[in-house]
């Protein structure tokens, strides 16, 4: 747990000279987010499940994103699961960068989730994912193939849930993202997510939650600050 605080205050340092040294560009955009999330156990150590996302920018206006992505879970203690999955991302040009140009990324991940609660009412969980990424990039005006380039990012995501009753509870999270190389050495800071939200349990086998989402995106001209709402509906079979 040391070795994961310093780490991550390192990142946060590194983030935070790196915008004071360059006076960056911020974009900002108002999005709205909708998650499809699907969970399916197997036994009591093996789950699997689907994530379907829909993001559009500036509101409901525009395309931003279309996310399919399966994975299993082995949980191999209390508070201890490992996970290894998928994703498909199509990004489509958004807000200040429109364009006719859709890109693809394909990828693959690893994970492990640790857990623990403090109280009998709130539970942390620090998620950490590696990522595997082939992904299209924007090609040059005269280019007519969109070259795919690969790369490696690294996820680190604090989460508090506190149950607020039986049927309701609220859910915040800090995510923090790098990019690294293929020794597994950060290279520069990706994007940062802060989510906060209320959830609902309807009953055992649905869940629905609506969140505030504020996102700094590193792009390669300055930065993106997105806010808006996720809408996320979680079945459980």
Do not use: C
């Not at 989402?213 to 792009?219: A, E, H, R, S």
């Amino acid at each position: 747990m040391k070795k994961t605080i310093v780490l991550l205050t390192t990142l946060l340092s590194f983030s935070f000279q790196s915008k004071a040294q360059t006076e960056p560009i911020v974009y900002n955009g108002q999005e709205m987010w909708f998650l499809l999330l699907n969970k399916f156990e197997i036994n009591d150590h093996w789950s699997a499940g689907n994530e379907l996302h829909i993001r559009r920018h500036d509101v409901f206006n525009q395309q931003k994103q279309l996310i399919v992505r399966p994975w299993i879970d082995y949980k191999a203690a209390d508070g201890f699961v490992a996970s290894f999955g998928y994703s498909y991302l199509r990004s489509a040009g958004h807000g200040e960068f429109i364009n006719d140009i859709t890109t693809n990324e394909h990828n693959i991940w690893e994970q492990v989730t640790l857990s623990h609660s403090p109280w009998s009412n709130v539970e942390f969980s620090h998620r950490l994912r590696l990522e595997h990424r082939w992904s299209q990039v924007q090609p040059e005006p005269m280019d007519e193939d969109i070259p795919v380039v690969y790369r490696n990012r690294f996820r680190y995501r604090l989460t508090a849930k506190v149950d607020i009753s039986q049927r309701w509870y609220a859910h915040i999270f800090d995510e923090l993202w790098v990019n690294v190389n293929e020794g597994i050495h950060i290279t520069n800071f990706d994007r940062n997510w802060i989510y906060a939200g209320i959830g609902y349990n309807v009953n055992k086998n649905l869940t629905v939650e609506l969140a505030y989402l504020n996102q700094w995106d590193n792009i390669a001209v300055g930065y993106y600050n997105n806010q808006g709402l996720q809408v996320t509906v979680v079945t459980q079979f």
